[in-house]
């Protein structure tokens, strides 16, 4: 007895995934493009600009979540070194203010090089460093703001087809990944406790040195930019065929 049971419980389950996956349908202000057009980014470029609107709030049936202000999980700095420096609560303002620079697709040979560019972004955070330097002992927690300007990311994807329910999908991975920041500024409060002074001194310090910092963190900034942009474009193309997304 208790074995049907289990098998009913499981084609209920199975019932219950497959009511989901058939409820999201495009939103009815995307045009679907052409994959054969020329000019296949312009219609891309247009999509966007008809999503831009509901871009702060979310797009459910698209996976795009909130991106004013987008939320992100915590990251952690120099996990093996002697000083560890966790971001957690991390807020990102003004990433719906995105524009596309460059958007190259190969649907024959399953290809999409595109570049996005933030003019702004702030992100606000909660920071923890733990550890020693030289002879400090840090265990510090506060809040972290930071500005970044012309903050741009290039990526090269390349997709693996497979059929499902008789029609074609894709699955993608990273081939390339590279991102830059024009300006940065980083204030980081109460650094040294209730020591101001030091920590205004730190802070400039910091921001003295910031372009090296961020070519330190560019393997944790460009972990954190790929698991996002794959989550959502990975759900996108499993719960849409190619035929949907894309018309002959």
Known sequence: MRYYAL?????????????????????SYISPCNKT?????????????????NLK????????PALDPLVIPPTCVNEEDQVKVTFKDIHIYHASDFALDQFDIDLVNHEVNLTIVFPLLRIKSTYN????????????????????????????????????????????EKETINTTVGESHVVLDKLFGNHTDITDKTNN??????QVIINDLQPVIQGVVSDFIFGIVNKLFSYYSV???FVS
């Open 7 to 27: 098998i009913t419980a499981a084609c209920l389950c199975l019932a219950a995934a497959s009511d989901i996956k058939s409820s999201y349908s495009l939103p």
């Open 37 to 53: 057009d020329p000019n296949i980014h312009k219609c891309v470029e247009a999509n966007i600009e008809a999503l831009r609107p």
């Open 57 to 64: 709030e979310g797009v459910p049936s698209l996976f795009i």
């Open 129 to 172: 460093v733990n550890g020693k330097f030289l002879v400090v002992t840090f265990d510090e927690s506060g809040p972290a703001d930071g500005n970044y300007t012309n903050f741009r990311v290039f990526l090269g994807l390349k997709g693996s087809p497979y059929i499902e329910n008789g029609e074609q999908h894709l699955k993608w």
């Open 205 to 210: 310090l910091i921001n003295e040195n910031i």
């Open 243 to 245: 035929k949907q997304l």
